[in-house]
T-cell receptor, first 109, second 110 residues
Framework: GQQLNQSPQSMFIQEGEDVSMNCTSS?????WLWYKQDPGEGPVLLIA?????ELTSNGRLTAQFGITRKDSFLNISASIPSDVGIYFC?????????FGTGTSLTVIP | NAGVTQTPKFQVLKTGQSMTLQCAQD?????MSWYRQDPGMGLRLIHY???????DQGEVPNGYNVSRSTTEDFPLRLLSAAPSQTSVYFC?????????FGPGTRLTVL
């Protein structure tokens, strides 16, 4: 299957700091998505990207669809404790979703 | 709307036992999927369905069966549980790129 690599694997940051994470693939995707998963819950969609180069924001979150269509980036500004969780990227090709390995974010108050 | 519901939330099985994980959605979505989530491996697609009566294999289908007799329900069957099937299982339904996940079933196979 398609392999999506996310980095970093985990992050420990102070409240108020900005966060950056990325997702890369050896394959091209037509759509990139970013999800957040809270402990004991299913992933929840944060942002969807549909065009190469697209930059989309959702509150303090900003995501970009890479020009090569093989990568995507997620930034969180001014982190708060409730940002804690695992962030997953996903690429869509055909009718299937392929998920990254996740970035675990810990925010220290 | 309840969204996507899954039962049970937790399950412990012995090797060789069979069981069915239930999934239901009330959003009238045609597309439903089952994923498993293992540490360090993200979510991997087991089976999916594009509508009632239609199912297909995903990335890791071995050891699992599905059926889709109604739009609402998409059960996942483990035929003969193995320790390698210890995982967290998520059901999802989708409309376009908006995919909604259930709360998950944490399965342990001893």
């Amino acid at each position: 299957g398609q392999q999506l690599n996310q980095s970093p694997q985990s992050m420990f940051i102070q409240e108020g700091e900005d966060v950056s994470m990325n997702c890369t693939s050896s394959s091209i995707f037509n759509t990139w998505l970013w999800y957040k998963q809270d402990p004991g819950e299913g992933p929840v969609l944060l942002i969807a990207l549909y065009k190469a180069g697209e930059l989309t924001s959702n509150g303090r979150l900003t995501a970009q669809f890479g020009i090569t269509r093989k990568d995507s980036f997620l930034n969180i500004s001014a982190s708060i404790p409730s940002d804690v969780g695992i962030y997953f990227c996903a690429g869509i090709t055909g009718n299937q979703f392929y998920f990254g390995t996740g970035t675990s974010l810990t925010v220290i108050p | 709307n309840a969204g996507v519901t899954q039962t049970p939330k937790f399950q412990v099985l012995k090797t060789g036992q069979s069981m069915t994980l239930q999934c239901a959605q009330d959003m009238n979505h045609e597309y439903m999927s089952w994923y498993r989530q293992d540490p360090g491996m993200g979510l991997r697609l087991i089976h999916y369905s594009v509508g009632a009566g239609i199912t297909d294999q995903g990335e890791v289908p071995n050891g699992y069966n599905v059926s889709r007799s109604t739009t609402e329900d998409f059960p996942l069957r483990l035929l003969s549980a193995a320790p390698s099937q210890t995982s967290v299982y998520f059901c999802a339904s989708r409309k376009g790129t908006a995919q909604y996940f259930g709360p998950g079933t944490r399965l342990t196979v001893l």
